[in-house]
């Protein structure tokens, strides 16, 4: 936790005071400052802080890829952006997302495959399962089962992640929030949408992009 202390820069404006004080040390408090603020009400009235003493948040992390969880077995690297990934158990998205976050909050999420091929390669990597939830999610209330997608980074997602006629939040002809989730088909390697309530495995990915407060109500939605 680093300290950050500012020492007030203080010069005794009110005419007739006669002595201008020089704090160096807040450990130290200069006896001449103590003692004219005592003995003047008014102008003590008036006195900026002496020293204001500030806790500064710590500093985030700097992602470093080896520093993932080791639950996190699966490496993709011939992407431009090297990340690990593992496999979660089966449950909603949500639910889902929000283990995968806990992994190592502002470090993983669930797969976000903003990389050219990386979901292909994921798939190969863990051979065996062929659908999972992805890290992508729609805001309630869209115009169209198309508005407003966006990956757990907090990017939007682009047309040509999904599958064809997808997504179509269920396909009744109108968005009324019944798939505002996605999952990947890695047989197919795109996407459809897909309901709240659906039990699939995900894939979380450790790549260092912090989940947006905004995308995480999405999930929570
Ligand atoms: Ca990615
Ligand atoms: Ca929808
Ligand atoms: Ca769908």
Redesign the pocket.
């Known amino acids: 936790m680093k300290l950050r202390v500012v020492i007030a820069a203080w010069t005794a404006s009110a005419a007739g005071c006669g002595f201008t004080p020089q704090a160096s040390s807040i450990d130290a408090p200069d006896p001449q400052r103590i003692d004219a603020r005592s003995n003047d009400a008014q102008l003590d009235a008036h006195l900026p802080l002496d020293a204001k003493v500030f806790l500064d948040a710590p500093p985030p992390i700097p992602f470093d890829v080896s520093m993932c969880p080791a639950s996190y077995t699966s490496t993709v690297t011939s992407t431009s952006t090297v990340s690990h990934y593992r496999i979660t158990g089966t449950g909603n998205a949500a639910a889902v997302e929000a283990a995968c976050e806990a992994d190592h909050p502002g470090w993983t999420h669930l797969l976000v495959p903003d990389v050219a091929g990386e979901a292909g390669q994921v798939a190969a990597i863990i051979p065996g399962h062929v659908v999972f939830w992805l890290g992508a999610v729609q805001p309630k209330n869209q115009a169209t089962p198309a508005t407003g997608w966006v990956w757990a980074s907090g990017a939007p997602v682009p047309a040509s992640a999904w599958s064809e006629n997808?997504?179509?939040d269920?396909?009744d002809g109108t968005e009324n929030n019944d798939?505002n989730f996605a999952y990947v088909d890695f047989s197919a390697g795109t996407m459809?949408?897909?309901g709240a309530n659906y039990s699939f495995n995900g894939v979380c990915e450790c790549d260092g992009v912090p989940v947006p407060a905004a995308v995480q109500a999405y999930f929570a939605q």
Do not use: A, C, M, V
Request: net charge negative; glycine share 12%; proline share 11%.
């Open positions: 997808q997504p179509n269920n396909g798939q459809n949408d897909s």
